[in-house]
Every structure is written in structure tokens, then in C-alpha cells.
Nanobody, 115 residues
């Protein structure tokens, strides 16, 4: 079992920046993939950024070039920085961790970008 706790988010002005943090606990050594997704009302999760099981880093097309995903060597703490925020970045952001047999999600944190 992996538990994920998100922090950060909130209300940000368009053009601004934010940092989201995710802290993992439990069976951290079993994590193979780790990242952030977001969800708009009535829609499925959309990729923001993820460390894939291969170790490569993948960004969603809509945030490419203005987002940076980092994590510590123990995979305990993961940070997502987003710059040049747009109103369309308004969504609920979820921390994600994948193991060989399961997927885990945080409770979600609301990000609202105002014009």
C-alpha cells in the first residue's frame, strides 16, 4: 500500500506560478511510476507530468515547456512547478503512484487560475 498526501494549489493569477508537493508513505520501494494528473469536471484524468517506470520523464502536451517535475532519490517527495499559468489550468490535481499491480491516487488539490 502506498499513501499519497498532496499540498499546494489554491487560487493563482494567470501568468503566475505554483508548486504542488506530494509526499508518499507506505511501500515506497514498490513505486515504479510517479507523477501528477489533473481532472476537469466530467472528464477523465489528464496527464500533467510523470516519471515512467522506465525512469523517463513525460509531460502532457498542454503543460510542456512550462512545467517541471522533480523528486528526491527516495521517491518520498515529489514537486511539480508550473509557470505561466492559464485559466485552462484550472482543475483538480492528483498525485499518482503506480506499482507493479496497483495504482494509487492522492485526495486531489484544487488549482484555480483567475484572469
Amino acid at each position: 500500500q502506498v499513501q499519497l498526501m498532496e499540498s499546494g494549489g489554491g487560487l493563482v493569477q494567470a501568468g503566475g506560478s505554483l508548486r504542488l508537493l506530494c509526499t508518499a508513505s507506505g511501500s515506497i520501494s514498490s513505486i515504479t511510476a510517479q507523477g501528477w494528473y489533473r481532472q476537469y469536471p466530467g472528464r477523465q484524468h489528464e496527464l500533467v507530468a510523470v516519471f515512467q517506470s522506465s525512469g523517463s520523464l513525460l509531460y502532457g502536451d498542454s503543460v510542456l515547456g512550462r512545467s517541471t517535475l522533480t523528486r528526491d532519490n527516495t521517491k518520498t517527495t515529489m514537486s511539480l512547478r508550473m509557470d505561466s499559468l492559464k485559466p485552462e489550468d484550472t482543475a483538480v490535481y492528483y498525485c499518482y503512484a503506480g506499482t507493479r499491480g496497483s495504482s494509487y491516487w492522492g485526495q486531489g488539490t484544487q488549482v484555480t487560475v483567475s484572469t
